[in-house]
């Protein structure tokens, strides 16, 4: 029987889940409160799968089968049929509840509540849904997600050993690799990650070198595939700015973890990056 999924929140990183698991073979209800989203979402899917088409990585009827696949709603419109219900909205903590709360209604009882939260406490999201926080767990996936081939798979306390072998087995459907890890602050992948970008804010703005250098000498240094600064600007400056604030708030160090007075600064700006057109560069040309 095919699998289906609802991901709610039709951003860079819900409408990327949407297209890997629809390619994969399973159906998805991608939902979104904004008409607008969904159009972005349903462009941006129709153009990777020309691209994977181009390429001979599938064919046109794969192709054309992985779009059938998907359906684009403003509710939760095949919530009951449900498995998973993916929540990828905005990196807020209060926002994340209330999808939450709504998911707990209106979802089966056996249905998995996962959050693609890339630091936000699962545990706290968990308490937020009373008796449902054992179905609660993180899924945490890599911009851009058709690409990046992990899934950050986060447990609380509370989590189920049902939940996250379930987790676990959607990850490797959707032909990711899931690597499971406790909840603290950032997780392991963006405690790790964003000091090292904030790092380079504090390099840049000490005058140490320019972005191109700072970006060159990490690139080619260290055989990151993009330097920092670079890739702060796609994952976004204000998700990189807020998940120092939790890093900064959870784990105490205030020095150690401040978000950079540079990386504030474009936040408060409005450059964040790709998605605005400047961040750290300009895209606009
Ligand atoms: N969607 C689908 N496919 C994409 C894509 C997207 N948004 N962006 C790039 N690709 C594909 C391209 O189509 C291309 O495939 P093809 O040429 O075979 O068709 C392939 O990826 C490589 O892309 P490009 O040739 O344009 O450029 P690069 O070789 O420089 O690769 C990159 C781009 C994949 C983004 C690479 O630079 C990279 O891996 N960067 C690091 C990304 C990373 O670290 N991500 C994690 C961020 S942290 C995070 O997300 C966690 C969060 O909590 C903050």
């Known amino acids: 029987m095919t699998q289906i999924i609802s991901v709610i ?47 001979e990585r599938m064919t046109q009827d794969e192709a054309d089968a992985a779009l059938s696949r998907i359906c684009y709603c403003q509710d939760h419109a095949r919530a009951s049929e449900s498995s998973f219900a993916i929540e990828a909205a905005t990196e807020n903590s209060e926002i994340k509840k209330k999808i939450f709360g709504a998911m707990a209604s209106t979802y089966p009882s056996n249905c998995i509540l996962a959050t693609n939260t890339s630091s936000i406490s699962i545990t706290e999201i968990g308490k937020s849904v009373g008796e449902a926080a054992d179905r609660v767990i993180g899924m945490h996936f890599f911009n851009p997600v058709p690409v990046m081939k992990l899934v950050e798979v986060i447990k609380s306390p509370s989590t189920s050993k049902e939940t996250l072998a379930r987790t676990i087995e959607l990850s490797e459907q959707m032909g990711k690799t899931p690597i499971a890890a406790n909840d603290h602050p950032g997780f392991v992948s963006n405690r790790v990650l964003m000091p090292m970008i904030n790092e380079a804010f ?58 950079c007075a540079k990386l504030v600064e474009l936040v408060e700006a409005g450059h964040l990056g790709n998605k605005t057109g400047r961040g750290v560069y300009d895209y606009t040309s």
């Open 9 to 55: 929140g039709a951003g860079t990183m819900g409408s990327g889940i949407t297209i890997t698991a629809a390619s994969a073979g399973i159906e998805v209800c991608q939902v979104d409160v904004s008409q607008e989203q969904l159009d972005r979402a349903k462009f941006y899917h129709e153009k990777t799968l020309k691209r994977n088409v181009e390429k």
């Open 202 to 259: 504090h390099a840049w703005n000490d005058g140490v070198a320019g972005p191109d250098e700072i970006d060159g000498i990490m690139k080619l240094g260290c055989a990151f595939p993009m330097g920092p600064l670079r890739l702060a600007d796609l994952i976004g400056l204000d998700v990189c700015r807020d998940i120092m604030l939790v890093l900064h708030e959870g784990l105490g160090h205030p020095d150690k973890y401040a978000p």
